[in-house]
């Protein structure tokens, strides 16, 4: 797995177990708690794949848009 994917895997799997604690009214103290979590864990997941080591090769002009 590539090194800035790992953020976007976790975030989304913490956004997953959050919305099912919802669903199944769990206690409403661990529901807090990773509310309270998601603001530092969206921060980190953004600075890490911004700081990415990743090289493009194309511009804009040549894939202004993919789904060609």
Do not use: C, H
Request: glycine share 2%.
């Amino acid at each position: 797995m590539k090194n800035y994917l790992f953020p976007v895997y976790l975030v989304t799997g913490v956004l997953i177990i959050y919305v099912t604690a919802i669903q199944v009214s769990l206690n409403t103290s661990l529901i807090l708690f990773v509310f309270s979590l998601s603001p530092a864990l969206i921060l980190w997941m953004v600075y890490r794949v911004l700081t990415a080591d990743v090289e493009v090769t194309s511009t804009f002009e040549e894939k202004w848009y993919e789904d060609q």
